[in-house]
């Protein structure tokens, strides 16, 4: 067969290998995207919970205090802003004997009217928790224990299931400065400040690598990474909780699995679809080929036969002295035996298009007697020197068409003889395969089918490549039509077959 038409698609696969390269690198940069989205999101509710877990335990003073008799005090947070326009804040606190029944807390502005922004108030309400923060932390000490609690049960109620501990750090060197006076928000640091560790929450991750500083002076920092949280909560910046976090991107990568799996399939998909595009292209291609290999060998094989037909019709018809009856009937016989040939052309395509019709006229047959009518009347088309043997086990019974079995066993003789060496040798075996399954071998001697056309032998026009010239005769039907009726009445073919040595073609029947 012709191998040049598959070339037409060569650069196909090309075309597939850039389009899942360019839909796996956008896939990737999406994912990538949202994971940092998602890392994001995780950061700050892990924030939120800590904040949340220091504003309850805050809350929880202030109530403590207010219904004990015996708290004194009184803590006044005076914010305003300054001539030049930047938000100042005033804290003073006042614990003597004057007895109040509640802790009481004031805010003032010095200047309302300059209150232009919503940032402001966002600042005002931060700058005050700050104050009434740090008036409290002189007057009561922080209940670490509920704020590590509270903290836990803030990232089990958010789903947020990851190892943490949490630290309680006082600030011994001067941490930050306010850069912007306004709104605090641009801190600057020591490169190296120390602070001590007054407590450890219990938590569930090894205190390493925490622990590995002294007991006494720990660096305290700003961490870039995004499992790691400073939360300063005091003003003057005395204490700190330091949060320690492992398995956020974890977390964050588990929480897109929906997202990760829809990816995958989708390139999975799209390459399925390309590699099914691509065989079923050059599918459609071979069979382009074997249909236009078809159609020369055919016309080639009707030519010749009416051609020599025709010659023969011509003497007979145009001859000024008429034949001997000798030559006369050699002629008849010429022209006899190409339209037998072209009789036997037409009938394999007749009989390949109505494969298994009739379906009805199928009956029970003896598998023995068949085959031996069938090798007797082929043994009349092999050579002296050839040799067709049977071996046949009794009492054989197949439901099948006689004229479909025939043609299954002629197609499989045909085949064998017309592929034998000089040494013509076929046999053919029938035996009880299994309960309820008749099998039947048809072997030769013959050349042999190379392992690279044996998928291709049953597809219809297929005929083995011999190189650029065709010495057997042939229209790639037979085979073809054999196995569209073993299927037709559920059975199957198979071949075994090595180059040089012979081929045995294979039937499964079932009873």
Same mark, same amino acid.
């Given at each position: 067969?012709?191998?040049?038409?598959?070339?037409?698609?060569?650069?196909?696969?090309?075309?597939?290998?850039?389009?899942?390269?360019?839909?796996?690198?956008?896939?990737?940069?999406?994912?990538?995207?949202?994971?940092?989205?998602?890392?994001?999101?995780?950061?700050?509710?892990?924030?939120?919970?800590?904040?949340?877990?220091?504003?309850?335990?805050?809350?929880?003073?202030?109530?403590?205090?207010?219904?004990?008799?015996?708290?004194?005090?009184?803590?006044?947070?005076?914010?305003?802003?300054?001539?030049?326009?930047?938000?100042?804040?005033?804290?003073?606190?006042?614990?003597?004997?004057?007895?109040?029944?509640?802790?009481?807390?004031?805010?003032?502005?010095?200047?309302?009217?300059?209150?232009?922004?919503?940032?402001?108030?966002?600042?005002?309400?931060?700058?005050?928790?700050?104050?009434?923060?740090?008036? %409290?932390?002189? =007057?009561? #000490?922080?209940? @670490?224990?509920? !704020? /590590? $609690?509270?903290?836990? *049960?803030?990232?089990?109620?958010?789903?947020?299931?990851?190892?943490?501990?949490?630290? %309680?750090?006082? =600030?011994? #060197?001067?941490? @930050?400065?306010? !850069? /912007? $006076?306004?709104?605090? *928000?641009?801190?600057?640091?020591?490169?190296?400040?120390?602070?001590?560790?007054?407590?450890?929450?219990?938590?569930?991750?090894?205190?390493?690598?925490?622990? /590995?500083?002294?007991?006494?002076?720990?660096?305290?920092?700003?961490?870039?990474?995004?499992?790691?949280?400073?939360?300063?909560?005091?003003?003057?910046?005395?204490?700190?909780?330091?949060?320690?976090?492992?398995?956020?991107?974890?977390?964050?990568?588990?929480?897109?699995?929906?997202?990760?799996?829809?990816?995958?399939?989708?390139?999975?998909?799209?390459?399925?679809?390309?590699?099914?595009?691509?065989?079923?292209?050059?599918?459609?291609?071979?069979?382009?080929?074997?249909?236009?290999?078809?159609?020369?060998?055919?016309?080639?094989?009707?030519?010749?036969?009416?051609?020599?037909?025709?010659?023969?019709?011509?003497?007979?018809?145009?001859?000024?002295?008429?034949?001997?009856?000798?030559?006369?009937?050699?002629?008849?016989?010429?022209?006899?035996?190409?339209?037998?040939?072209?009789?036997?052309?037409?009938?394999?395509?007749?009989?390949?298009?109505?494969?298994?019709?009739?379906?009805?006229?199928?009956?029970?047959?003896?598998?023995?007697?068949?085959?031996?009518?069938?090798?007797?009347?082929?043994?009349?088309?092999?050579?002296?020197?050839?040799?067709?043997?049977?071996?046949?086990?009794?009492?054989?019974?197949?439901?099948?068409?006689?004229?479909?079995?025939?043609?299954?066993?002629?197609?499989?003789?045909?085949?064998?003889?017309?592929?034998?060496?000089?040494?013509?040798?076929?046999?053919?075996?029938?035996?009880?395969?299994?309960?309820?399954?008749?099998?039947?071998?048809?072997?030769?001697?013959?050349?042999?089918?190379?392992?690279?056309?044996?998928?291709?032998?049953?597809?219809?026009?297929?005929?083995?490549?011999?190189?650029?010239?065709?010495?057997?005769?042939?229209?790639?039907?037979?085979?073809?039509?054999?196995?569209?009726?073993?299927?037709?009445?559920?059975?199957?073919?198979?071949?075994?077959?090595?180059?040089?040595?012979?081929?045995?073609?294979?039937?499964?029947?079932?009873?």
């Amino acid at each position: 067969m012709n191998s040049k038409g598959p070339k037409h698609h060569l650069g196909l696969p090309v075309l597939v290998c850039i389009c899942l390269l360019v839909l796996a690198v956008y896939q990737g940069i999406w994912l990538t995207d949202r994971y940092h989205k998602e890392h994001d999101r995780l950061s700050e509710e892990v924030a939120e919970c800590l904040a949340l877990a220091d504003y309850t335990e805050l809350e929880s003073r202030m109530q403590k205090l207010r219904k004990d008799p015996a708290s004194q005090g009184k803590i006044d947070v005076s914010r305003g802003y300054s001539e030049n326009g930047r938000m100042t804040q005033q804290v003073s606190i006042n614990y003597d004997d004057t007895v109040r029944p509640n802790l009481k807390m004031n805010s003032a502005f010095r200047d309302t009217v300059s209150l232009k922004r919503i940032e402001d108030f966002l600042t005002v309400g931060q700058l005050s928790y700050k104050g009434i923060h740090a008036a %409290l932390d002189h =007057i009561t #000490d922080i209940d @670490f224990k509920l !704020t /590590d $609690s509270l903290l836990s *049960s803030a990232l089990e109620e958010r789903n947020i299931h990851v190892e943490h501990r949490l630290f %309680l750090i006082r =600030i011994q #060197d001067s941490l @930050f400065q306010a !850069t /912007d $006076s306004a709104t605090l *928000s641009s801190p600057l640091y020591a490169p190296k400040p120390t602070g001590k560790i007054l407590a450890r929450g219990k938590g569930d991750m090894t205190p390493n690598p925490i622990d /590995d500083f002294t007991e006494y002076k720990i660096p305290v920092w700003i961490s870039t990474k995004k499992t790691d949280y400073l939360f300063p909560f005091e003003f003057s910046m005395r204490f700190a909780y330091y949060m320690k976090v492992s398995g956020l991107s974890f977390l964050a990568l588990k929480n897109m699995n929906g997202l990760i799996m829809l990816s995958l399939f989708t390139i999975l998909l799209t390459m399925f679809a390309m590699t099914y595009l691509w065989k079923t292209l050059l599918r459609i291609e071979k069979i382009k080929e074997m249909e236009r290999n078809f159609v020369h060998n055919i016309t080639h094989e009707l030519k010749t036969p009416l051609s020599v037909a025709m010659a023969a019709k011509e003497v007979l018809q145009y001859e000024e002295n008429p034949l001997p009856s000798e030559k006369r009937t050699q002629y008849l016989n010429i022209i006899g035996n190409k339209l037998e040939e072209l009789g036997e052309l037409i009938n394999q395509i007749l009989l390949l298009g109505r494969a298994g019709k009739n379906p009805e006229m199928a009956r029970t047959i003896q598998v023995n007697e068949y085959l031996t009518k069938i090798a007797e009347e082929f043994r009349l088309r092999i050579p002296e020197n050839g040799t067709l043997d049977l071996e046949l086990d009794e009492n054989l019974q197949i439901v099948i068409r006689p004229q479909d079995f025939n043609a299954i066993i002629y197609a499989l003789l045909d085949n064998a003889l017309k592929y034998s060496t000089e040494e013509i040798f076929i046999k053919i075996t029938a035996r009880t395969k299994g309960k309820g399954k008749v099998e039947i071998t048809v072997s030769d001697h013959g050349k042999g089918i190379p392992a690279t056309a044996l998928p291709y032998i049953f597809d219809q026009f297929y005929r083995v490549p011999e190189g650029d010239v065709q010495n057997v005769r042939g229209y790639g039907l037979g085979l073809s039509h054999a196995k569209k009726l073993m299927q037709h009445y559920s059975g199957s073919i198979d071949v075994k077959s090595t180059p040089g040595k012979g081929s045995i073609f294979i039937l499964h029947f079932i009873k």
